[in-house]
């Protein structure tokens, strides 16, 4: 009983103390994608979803012009693992996002990192 | 005494870090640390499967052997036909993801069986009724019935996402499941490996210890494969406590559709 109790506590320790960030299993490989690139702008929707959830924000240019990009993270489960949660993000919040574009041009891309106005970083 | 006391701290922190784990709505699954923390423990209770699982990272995306193509038996003249309609997401099939057509992640089909063991088999739990073993998968919270009670599988049946299983202990610690009669709407993984209405498919769960079962997937499809092949080779589950809540993770078909129509039908290059 008292193994089985240490094991359960190196689980709940571990939950605690943070999980290690896995690998998407839906990797980039076949998401056309181009270098990276750093995008900064203002949450207008975080969709929670499967098989992958979903930011979108607004992103001013240096003409003014604003545009939507709607960029994807991993599925809840695998996100939920490295600390992301349905409230990570609200309409309003000013992030900064290194993202994968697609090749097409479209503003969509993969994000590899969001970090929040306080520096915390999400991957 | 001094020793004793914080002995008896330790242990009692020790029960509330459990409690509190074990009592955690919509536990999501180990990381690999956790996971490759569980040893098998004890010696394996007999004919018994029961509690909650966790099948980890490799669960969740298919060995490297395996979507390599590696361990896949070869095509017939019919695989060939059927795997060149599929446009996996994964393994050497893939396809740019503006051009898939995974019937789970593109359509919100059901997984089907084995394809849910073969991909994103996520923390099950495993029940015993006095004449069936219930699975119950924390992926798109669905379930199968292997049936113990002696009846034989259907001759000519209708087919399911899921087929028809039967259940038998081979011994004390090996459990023995056969399913026929799996409609060819699914695959057989993420990888496009398709499948006929004949296929065959033997589970092999082999406790091994208290806190580990390694489980053995064979196909067995001659229409489509020229010899059986084993698509899960004594891959571990790991044990969570019995009271452990599950994450809901469920592909819905307007979430998948709208990954599509939002992200992956804008990716598509000229």
């Known amino acids: 009983m008292s193994k089985r109790i240490l094991v359960f506590a190196a689980i709940a320790a571990a939950v605690l103390l943070g999980r290690a960030p896995v690998l998407a299993h839906h990797g980039a490989a076949t998401f056309d994608t181009e270098g990276e690139i750093t995008i900064k702008g203002t949450v207008t929707e975080w969709v929670w979803s499967n098989p992958h959830s979903i930011l979108r924000l607004e992103v001013k240019a240096a003409d003014g012009t604003v545009k939507t990009w709607s960029v994807a993270t991993a599925n809840i489960a695998d996100l939920s693992k490295r600390g992301w949660s349905r409230r990570l993000f609200k309409p309003g919040d000013e992030v900064t996002v290194l993202i994968q574009p697609a090749k097409s041009g479209e503003p969509v891309g993969m994000i590899r990192t969001v970090t929040l106005p306080g520096g915390q970083k999400y991957q | ?270």
Request: charged share 25%; aromatic share 10%.
């Open chain 2, 1 to 270: 005494m001094r020793t004793r006391v914080m002995a008896l701290a330790v242990a009692a922190a020790t029960l509330c870090a459990s409690e509190a784990m074990a009592q955690t709505w919509s536990f999501p699954g180990l990381g690999n640390a956790e996971f490759n923390a569980i040893t098998p423990g004890g010696p394996p209770p007999r004919r018994d499967l029961t509690g909650a699982w966790d099948p980890g990272q490799a669960g969740i995306a298919g060995g490297e052997n395996y979507f390599s193509g590696r361990s896949v038996a070869p095509f017939t003249a019919r695989g060939k036909e059927m795997v060149s309609r599929n446009q996996p997401g994964h393994g050497p099939y893939s396809a740019k993801v503006s051009e898939g057509n995974d019937p789970l992640t593109t359509r919100g089909d059901p997984s089907g069986f084995p394809r849910i063991v073969n991909y994103e088999f996520r923390p099950i739990r495993i029940v015993h009724t006095p004449n069936a073993v219930l699975m119950l998968y924390s992926f798109n919270q669905t379930w199968r019935i292997i049936w113990t009670d002696g009846r034989k599988l259907p001759e000519d049946p209708d087919p399911r996402w899921f087929g028809y299983s039967v259940g038998r202990w081979e011994n004390d610690t090996t459990f023995i499941v056969d399913t026929v009669g799996m409609t060819d709407r699914t695959w057989v993984d993420s990888g496009g490996f398709p499948h006929s209405e004949g296929m065959k498919v033997q589970e092999r769960y082999q406790r091994t210890g208290v806190n580990v079962i390694e489980l053995t997937v064979t196909i067995d499809d001659p229409e489509i494969y020229t010899k059986p092949w084993i698509s899960r080779d004594r891959l571990p589950l790991k044990r969570l406590p019995d009271n452990t809540d599950f994450l809901e993770q469920v592909y819905a078909a307007s979430e998948v559709t709208g990954y599509k129509e939002d992200i992956a039908s804008k990716t598509k290059t000229q």
